[in-house]
Each structure stands twice: as structure tokens, then as C-alpha cells.
């Protein structure tokens, strides 16, 4: 079974530019999440989709950041503009939906983003 | 406000040995708690999970111990084995709901070495 898909894997970009990356949840996964991860830190959650709806996005930074779920399967998340901060790593993971708050969450390779 | 907290950023043990990596929450809706494993340039992995109505989970070599009166949880791997040098997280939920429902609050991680 296929895990979690992410790409790019990588991405360099100046300040101010826009950035955008993609997510490919497990086959059969109604929920999908985006998570931040700073150097040295644990990831943090920026947003929690079941199926298409986005039912936590508190953590998410709305004047820059923006994501989607269109079909309730794969997922963009996107930056505009970029600023210098953003360098980290954004996580997606994804689980069935169907554990409540047991579930467990399968995470993907992840892109890894520089802002110069 | 660091609501879980891994304070050994680093460990280092003899293959053969026993790894014990340490994990303190502060948030008392937490019930729910995962080990996560994770080595460069890759995404998280499951490893462990126990939940607030059990002390123990064990699981081939790898143990979870939960403390609730000292909001305190462990993970115990015997025997290391080199191919266990990686980051660990411990992250926590809520499954009562609230702020923490639905979402992981990751620890900062613990490098574990584990030296031939």
C-alpha cells in the first residue's frame, strides 16, 4: 500500500515569492493534515481537513497561508507571499477517519522549503 | 506554552542496552499518546500508542509506560539495536474533545544514538 505522497520534496525561493505544495493522502483516508515542522521542534498542526471540509485551521495563518481539499482527497497548501520564517518543514499525514481521537497518523516524506 | 515536553534533547546507549526516553505533558485533557520515530529527510513514523485507561503497552521490543498522576509516559527499547538511532517524538490528544481533539501535540524529540 502506498503511504503518504508530498512533493516537491524540496523547494528554494526568494522572499515575497509564491510557494505551493501537494499531498497525496493514503487511499481511503478521510482526513488529512498539514503540519509545521521548525528545526529542532516537534511538528505543530496548521490545519485538519475531514474529507473536504476543513474543521481546524485555528493554528493556520490566514493573511499568507491558504489551503484545499477540493474532492476530499488530495490537498494543496499554499504561501503567498513567502517570507524569510517560513524555512521549515510542512508535513502532510492522513488517517481513516473512522478512530475518533485515537487515530493514528501516517505522515508523508514531507517538503522541505528555504526562503532567501 | 509547551504542552508536551521531551527534555533529554539528545541520548546515547550500547547496542544491547535498554533506551529509555522520557516525555512530560502539562495539559490534563490529554488521553491519548504515540511514540513516533523519525529519521532524516523522512516523514514520522508510527511506532507505539497507549491510551489513559491502560499503564503499559508493549509491542516486540518497544514498551510505553503512562504515569497519569505524574503526567508522565516513557518508552523503553530493549534491546537497542543501532538501527534504532533516530528522533523520537511523543505526541499527545484528547479524545474527550476541546482545543487538543483531532490534533497531535508533538514534543521537541530525543536523538537517540545507539553505538555498535
Known amino acids: 500500500e502506498a503511504g503518504v505522497v508530498q512533493s516537491p520534496r524540496y523547494k528554494i525561493i526568494e522572499k515575497k515569492q509564491p510557494v505551493a505544495f501537494w499531498c497525496n493522502p493514503i487511499?481511503?483516508?478521510?482526513?488529512l493534515y498539514w503540519y509545521l515542522q521548525n528545526l529542532g521542534q516537534g511538528p505543530e498542526l496548521l490545519i485538519r481537513y475531514e474529507n473536504e471540509e476543513a474543521v481546524d485551521d485555528s493554528q493556520l495563518p490566514k493573511d499568507r497561508f491558504s489551503a484545499e481539499r477540493l474532492k476530499g482527497v488530495d490537498s494543496t497548501l499554499k504561501i503567498q507571499p513567502a517570507e524569510l520564517g517560513d524555512s521549515a518543514v510542512y508535513l502532510c499525514?492522513?488517517?481513516?477517519?473512522?478512530?475518533?481521537?485515537?487515530?493514528?497518523?501516517?505522515f508523508g516524506p514531507g517538503t522541505r522549503l528555504l526562503v532567501l | 506554552d509547551q504542552q508536551v515536553k521531551q527534555n533529554s534533547p539528545s541520548l546515547s546507549v550500547q547496542e544491547g542496552r535498554i533506551s529509555i526516553l522520557n516525555c512530560d505533558y502539562t495539559n490534563s485533557m490529554f488521553d491519548y499518546f504515540l511514540w513516533y520515530k523519525k529519521y532524516p529527510a523522512e516523514g514520522p513514523t508510527f511506532l507505539i500508542s497507549i491510551s489513559s485507561i491502560k499503564d503499559k503497552n508493549e509491542d516486540g521490543r518497544f514498551t510505553v509506560f503512562l504515569n497519569k498522576s505524574a503526567k508522565h509516559l516513557s518508552l523503553h527499547i530493549v534491546p537497542s539495536q543501532p538501527g534504532d538511532s533516530a528522533v523520537y517524538f511523543c505526541a499527545a490528544s484528547a479524545r474527550a474533545g476541546g482545543t487538543s481533539y483531532g490534533k497531535l501535540t508533538f514534543g521537541q524529540g530525543t536523538i537517540l544514538t545507539v553505538h555498535p
Open positions: 499525514a492522513s488517517s481513516t477517519g473512522l478512530a475518533g481521537a485515537e487515530e493514528t497518523q501516517y
Open positions: 487511499s481511503g483516508h478521510n482526513t
